[in-house]
């Protein structure tokens, strides 16, 4: 298809939706904001898919909104009115989402990235929250930045709109990993693999507990944290995690 940017491809347990737009450095135009929707929302759905990989295409990863197709309209015709649902998509998937960042990342590519739990940037790559030096606020994607950067770096950077380096976004909490260019599959696949091993279901809370806000004393969040454990020791899952844990051998939700 001519209008297709986006590449799907699954395997082994694996979902990788490839941004296939380089002509306008991968921006989140309505082409690729329904069509990201849609393959994650059929990753989600089958049973065989363990783990999703954003990645892309070409020299950048995402260089954010589609400006030309901002121009001109009104507030309630702006692309960025879809993207809530987007990152939301991404960011409450219980299938770990890793984010294969290999150039450069800007604005609202920063929000898809930091919605991932694994982000694995390449040295070389760079980043930027250029929203307040074209006059607009990165105010959807502060949704999901902010939960994972460091507070004070995350205001100097959104404030400044300056361009930082991979190691800056390590520091900062908005990559999680970063290696030399030509090892970020290698990197990519081990972090695949690792999450292989977890049980789907048990990853799937194991997510919902690492978004969830607490606030109050320890004896109140225990009781509730109490009954997930017991729940999850008692499980099929937990039963089957156990059972191979004692036999020595991979439990059978692993990937051959």
Known sequence: MSDRVLQVDVRHGVATLTLDSPANRNALSRALRAQLRSALTEALADDAVRVIVLDHTGRVFCSGMDLAEAAGG???????????????????????VVAAVRGPARAGGLGLLAACDVVVAAATATF?????????????????????????????????????????????????????????????????????????????????????????????????????????????????????????????????
């Not at 009104?74 to 770990?96: R, T």
Request: aromatic share 6%; proline share 8%.
């Open 128 to 256: 930027a929250f250029t929203e307040v030096r074209i006059g607009i606020v990165p105010a959807v994607i502060s949704a999901v930045v902010l939960p994972r950067m460091v507070p004070n770096v995350a205001h100097r950077l959104l404030l400044t709109g300056e361009v930082f380096d991979a190691q800056e976004a390590l520091a900062g909490g908005l990559v999680d990993v970063v290696v030399p260019a030509d090892d970020v599959d290698a990197c990519v696949r081990e972090q695949v693999v690792a999450l292989g091993k977890g049980a789907p279901l048990a990853l799937g809370e194991t997510k919902r507990l690492l978004r969830a806000a607490r606030s109050g004393p320890l004896t109140e969040q225990f009781p509730d944290l109490l009954t997930v454990s017991a729940r999850f020791f008692a499980s099929e899952e937990g039963q089957e995690g156990i059972a191979a844990f004692r036999e020595k051998r991979p439990a059978r939700w692993v990937p051959a």
């Open 74 to 96: 009104a507030a309630e015709d702006q692309g960025v009115n879809e993207f809530p649902a987007l990152l939301e998509q991404i960011w409450d998937s219980p299938k770990p």
